[in-house]
Structure formats: structure tokens, C-alpha cells
């Protein structure tokens, strides 16, 4: 499994420069110290690549089921 550090950078990458995102809504399972990490640092990365954030949503996914 890739390492939290690995994954926001690539991922910011990926909206940004393969998809041309200037807007993201975030929206992660609050449940994992793994997944709120990882959030916040693809929060952080897209920010300084001059992405707004339209979103950044906490949900449990027991809640969807």
C-alpha cells in the first residue's frame, strides 16, 4: 500500500494536470485516521496548485448503507 505522502501528490496531479480541475469538492470517510490524512493533505496539495475547494465533507459510510 502506497505511504500517505505518496498519494495526495499524484492524486493532485492527476485532477489537475490530467483533467484540468480548477474546482474539487472533497468528500472522505471520517472513520480512518488513514483516510482524514490523506484528505487533508490532497486538500493541501491542490490548494497550492490553485485548485479551489469547493468542498471538504466528513461522511461515515455506514450511513450510506
Known amino acids: ?3 500517505t505522502y505518496q498519494i495526495a501528490p499524484v492524486a493532485s496531479d492527476a485532477l489537475t494536470e490530467g ?4 474546482s474539487v469538492a472533497i468528500i472522505y470517510d471520517d472513520t ?6 490523506v484528505s487533508s ?5 491542490l490548494q497550492n496548485a490553485g485548485v479551489t ?3 471538504f465533507e466528513p461522511i461515515q459510510l455506514s450511513e450510506l448503507q
Open 19 to 22: 483533467l484540468g480541475a480548477k
Open 41 to 45: 493533505a490532497l486538500k493541501t496539495e
Open 32 to 37: 480512518t485516521l488513514y483516510t482524514q490524512t
Open 1 to 3: 500500500q502506497p505511504m
Open 53 to 55: 475547494i469547493s468542498a
